[in-house]
């Protein structure tokens, strides 16, 4: 597969655990958050999103948190799965009209 | 079924051969955009287009082209390859800013530049 980063950050977790990814973002103006999942050989696939009127919000198995006051955001994975093995990671707005992409964590589920 | 594609997938080139990327939606958004992707810096913007005819540097746009005469098509165009334009890229594509909004990509196109 393709090396989307040779150093990034890793988090190993055990088939079932729940998973926690997170993010610091860099600027307070920013008002929109996205994580995306990457696969191996694939491209970024949007898993959730959220606004900065809001401090959580959930979908299918995935829960993102948001915290303003330390500029912080977390992606929560319950019952993690082999499927789930990728690298996520998290963008902001900013103050410009495009997404600033941080680097990433590479998430490795074993059984 | 809605999609960003890219073409080709692999791309292997020689110093200064003019190559195109394309990338298409078949969403109807406003907004395109080109990335590349770099071990250990993330994505990276080069250029972007809110819309038809309307592009605009990204931030790591020297070396690169693009155009928007379609609002479905967004090429990439490297007039004179160099082997640091190495790299991963994207397309994607939102509604409106794409700041704002989900962005979509597609697939990838691996280039070695040699």
């Known amino acids: 597969g393709e090396s989307v980063g040779l150093h990034l950050p890793t988090l190993s977790v055990q088939e079932g655990d729940n998973s926690i990814i997170n993010c610091a973002y860099s600027?307070?103006?920013?008002?929109?958050f996205i994580w995306y999942k990457q696969e191996s050989g694939k491209g970024p696939q949007f898993i959730i999103d959220?606004?900065?009127?809001?401090d959580k919000r959930q979908g299918q198995r995935v829960t993102v948190l948001l915290n303003k006051t330390v500029k912080h955001l977390s992606l929560q994975i319950a019952a993690t799965q082999p499927g789930d093995s990728a690298v996520y990671f998290c963008?902001?707005?900013?103050?410009?009209?495009?997404?600033?992409f941080g680097t990433g964590t590479r998430l490795q589920v074993f059984p | 079924e809605a999609q960003v594609t890219q073409n080709p997938r692999y791309l292997i080139t020689v110093t200064g051969k003019k190559l195109t990327v394309t990338c298409s939606q078949n969403?109807?958004?406003?907004?395109m955009s080109w990335y590349r992707q770099d071990p250990g810096l993330g994505l990276r913007q080069i250029y972007y287009?809110?819309?038809?005819?309307?592009?605009d540097k990204g931030d790591v746009p020297e070396g690169y082209k693009v155009s928007r005469k379609e609002k479905r098509n967004f090429p990439l165009i490297l007039e004179s390859p160099s082997p640091n334009q190495t790299s991963l890229y994207f397309c994607?594509?939102?509604?409106?800013?794409?700041?704002?909004?989900?962005?979509?990509f597609g697939a990838g196109t691996r280039l070695s530049v040699l």
């Open positions: 994607a594509s939102s509604f409106f800013t794409g700041s704002k909004n989900i962005q979509y």
């Open positions: 600027n307070s103006a920013s008002d929109y």
């Open positions: 959220i606004r900065s009127n809001m």
């Open positions: 963008a902001e707005n900013g103050d410009t009209d495009k997404l600033i």
């Open positions: 969403m109807n958004h406003e907004y």
């Open positions: 287009s809110m819309n038809v005819e309307v592009t």
